[in-house]
């Protein structure tokens, strides 16, 4: 059963179906709302922009179950699904070692060479004990995204799933449509 | 019960897996020294495969290894792959990354998108299911293995063909260089001198279907759990909290003396190794074998998960637990029982663990006849 809803674009984001009020876009946009909304975990500016979308989404999502508590716990998993896995990260660190002549691999970019950089970043902030997942399929498509985050409450200790699409393809171009799904 | 039906490994130690078990059954491994390859600077060691110049060709050489290995598993278990009863799912974290790289022009650059790298797969044999693509770092094969699981379980699919590979390139190497996380010389898992891993070529493939009646041989993927550390997003946990819950998970209440070994992910750097043994010791493991097989093949990354479990089948089979190579003195602060050479055994299970950057876990409990 979805609980509840985030919706994030360049442009537009939405909680539980309702709009909120946005000053910018893009990038400039994640930056104002970790202001407005989150403002306490400074970690966020070290973080790659699928991370800081998947972030951002997921509290404003935990904001709208209210009752924020940090304490450790083992039955949510955070499950999500992409097209670009970390092609913005990847395309960034390959241009670090492109050239021989001037050729200086990056370890704070390659470390966000995985996508699935963003559902650790979402369980340390939580404290998450639980699964988290990252699977990639080339278009959006809810019936899979669906079929597997349902598969997932087939572990007995998963009773809450952050789950569902979080896209980046660069910067100033990404998608974020996650929710909060209970067994 | 969700059971194997059939495996391939294709590796620079064979293109089966009964030659890949001969070879390092006897101790070999395709560890080398490279000096300048791929325009690198520094030297590294790794286990890779030979890379034909068939620039021009239909396929690259990783979707190459995915689409042979699946073909030689599908041919011995005489499915129909392009029924849309059979999903594919394809394990990996870097796939074509490689095509990134501007001097690299024979191949469309989409391709590099792993969604696409995976329809390369089921298109040449006319499935009709979208490829699901885990890329869960280095625990990706054996999380592909827990999804083939779900989905059987659910019964979405009649069978599904997980396939893990993972192809070495100048971005992979010089990332895990920039991290100081490779070993100038053959890795040492576990050992008191060991500084770091090697990279491998591999690719990997187990058929999965779901059965009522289990036979005494045939090998079942009883439970699996993926979990995190929530401590760091590239450095383990110091109380190894991600593995010992995952250990635990698939634990329940078997009895550690039913298990043969834990196939450990031990890569040989100095974090992962000492916080694998936390965990073992945690989970109530320290008087089970433990043994890592990253001293034949080193780190394959997306094969990872479903070679080694292959690997580790096999072993049982032979009534065998394999040595893990590299390894001479114990030099993890909490006691293990590392393998350093073949050692046989009587029982029928293992475990298969794993753990990856982002602060993933995931174990893997296979029986051989279910649980007896």
Known sequence: MIRHQVYISPNEVKVDGKALTIKSCGSAMLTDLYREHVGDY?????????SKVGFIASELL?????????????????IFFNRNASLQDDTAYQATIQDPENFFPSPAIFVYTLPNIVTGEIAIRNKYFGETSFMVIDSFDEKIIMRNLENAFQDPITKSIIGGWVDCSDEEHFEANIFLMEK | MIVCVSHNIISPLGSTSAENYAAVKSGKSALRRYDGLWGLPEPFVASLMNRDDDKNGRYTIFEKMIIESAQKAISDANIDAASDRVLFILSTTKGNVFLLDKRETGFPKERVRLGMA??????????????LVVSNACISGVCAQIMAMREL????FDYVVTVGCDVQSAFIVSGFQSFKALSPDECKPFDAN??????GDAAATIIYTKKDKVGDNEWVAYRGAIRNDANHISGPSRTGEGSYRALMAVLGDLEP?????????GTATPYNDEMESIAIERAGLSGVPVNSL???YGHTMGAAGVLETIMSMQAVDDNNILATRGFETLGVTHPLDVTNKN????????????????????ALLMAKGGLR
């Open chain 1, 42 to 50: 400074p970690k966020f500016f070290k973080m790659d922009t699928l």
């Open chain 2, 118 to 131: 995976a329809m390369q797969m089921t298109e040449y044999f006319h499935n009709p299911n979208t490829p």
């Open chain 2, 294 to 296: 990253k001293g034949y």
């Open chain 2, 257 to 265: 003396s039913k298990l043969a070994f834990v196939n450990a992910h």
């Open chain 1, 62 to 78: 935990l904001n709208a179950e209210g009752d924020r508590s940090f304490d450790p716990r083992e039955d949510r998993a955070v």
């Open chain 2, 343 to 362: 050692r046989s055994t009587e029982k029928h299970a293992f475990i298969k663990l794993l753990s990856g950057f982002g602060g993933c876990n995931a």
């Open chain 2, 153 to 156: 379980e659910a019964g979405n």
């Open chain 2, 194 to 199: 060991r500084c770091g891993l090697n990279l």
